[in-house]
């Protein structure tokens, strides 16, 4: 996230400016950033760990959603989209936005060079403000390297899985998935 197009903008004038347009816009209270397109791999990665956490959850009570969805974070007044989350349980609505949901169990970012440092930082300190996240998943996309943030308390701990043959496990979903199957058909290098 990179280039402040637009500040001082009410919610309603957010909400309003996506409506009028084609394109993706984080919201952080009042300051308004376009979201740029991925490369190959980022899209690769979101599409393999939707796909895998879809199977896996199935009838299990809980729904994986792409970046598509809006997460609204009342408590900051944000609005963001991750590139995956899942919701255990019922999905809650923002009461201001029909199309943003408020109450994920699990966020998933796939870093980049751009992206990294707010995804790690800023963006992460919004995160931890979501009552209902248990595990916030980092994943690079330039080598096989998933760093899973779980909820202790009031502390995160910080779980680092490495390697292809390597298997992360989601504590909140009680699910195994192997990084082969998050990095498939990823190109390395490129």
């Keep these: 996230m990179e280039a402040k197009i637009l500040n001082n903008l009410?919610?309603?004038?957010?909400?309003?400016?996506?409506?009028?347009?084609?394109?993706?816009y984080e919201y952080h209270d009042?300051?308004?950033y376009a979201m740029a397109g991925g490369t190959k791999n980022h899209g690769l990665i979101g599409g393999n760990i939707f796909g895998v956490l879809w199977g896996k959850?199935?009838?299990?009570?809980?729904?994986?959603?792409?970046?598509?969805?809006?997460?609204?974070i009342a408590a900051e007044n944000s609005y963001v989209y991750p590139d995956a989350m899942v919701i255990c349980g019922e999905t809650e609505d923002s009461e201001d936005e029909k199309n943003a949901v408020t109450n994920p169990t699990v966020i998933i970012e796939v870093l980049s060079k751009s992206t990294s440092a707010y995804d790690r930082g800023?963006?992460?300190?919004?995160?931890?403000?979501?009552?209902?996240?248990?595990?916030?998943?980092?994943?690079?996309?330039?080598?096989a390297k998933i760093e899973v943030f779980r909820k202790r308390g009031d502390l995160w701990q910080i779980l680092v899985f490495e390697g292809l043959d390597a298997e992360m496990y989601i504590e909140a979903l009680e699910v195994r998935v192997s990084l082969e199957q998050v990095y498939l058909n990823v190109g390395f290098g490129e």
């Excluded at 959850?57 to 609204?72: A, D």
């Excluded at 009552?131 to 980092?138: C, F, R, T």
């Design 10 to 24: 009410s919610v309603a004038e957010y909400l309003e400016l996506e409506k009028a347009n084609d394109v993706k």
């Design 30 to 32: 009042g300051a308004v």
């Design 57 to 72: 959850l199935s009838g299990k009570g809980c729904t994986v959603m792409n970046s598509e969805i809006k997460l609204h």
């Design 122 to 143: 800023d963006k992460f300190q919004v995160y931890r403000k979501i009552k209902s996240l248990k595990e916030y998943i980092l994943i690079e996309q330039d080598k």
